[in-house]
């Protein structure tokens, strides 16, 4: 089984920052893309960023330039450095991990998410 883990949320007042973690773990033999999704309440779930392995990144139109997302390939992690972060920031930041796992199959595989709150 692939194991994938967020941590890092919390509560922080607008303007501040916060360095969301997602590692992956398990049966994961080789990791070719890592994003990061969030849902905020009442919303649909949508792309905040994302890594291929490939060095490509994307990102949100509402990121413009505050988050920036990095991977430590050797420690099947991915960070997503939040700064300026706006009320509208606030939802369940969830990772998702796409890659093969030991026996060579291709898989997607979603973390439980962490929450992050920007009070109004």
């Known amino acids: 089984q692939v194991q994938v883990v967020e941590s890092g949320g919390g509560l922080v007042q607008p303007g501040g920052s916060l360095r969301l973690s997602c590692t992956a773990s398990?049966?994961?033999?080789?990791?070719?893309?890592m994003a990061w999704y969030r849902q905020g309440p009442g919303k649909q779930r949508e792309l905040v960023a994302y890594?291929?392995?490939?060095?490509?990144?994307t990102y949100g139109d509402f990121v413009k330039g505050r988050f920036t997302i990095s991977r430590d390939n050797v420690k099947n992690t991915m960070y997503l450095q939040m700064t300026s972060l706006k009320p509208e920031d606030t939802a369940v930041y969830y990772c998702?991990?796409?890659?093969?796992?030991?026996?060579?199959?291709?898989?997607?595989?979603w973390g439980q998410g962490t929450q992050v709150t920007v009070p109004s």
């Open positions: 890594s291929s392995d490939e060095a490509t990144t």
């Open positions: 398990g049966s994961i033999l080789s990791i070719h893309s």
């Open positions: 998702k991990v796409e890659g093969r796992t030991l026996d060579n199959r291709p898989g997607a595989y």
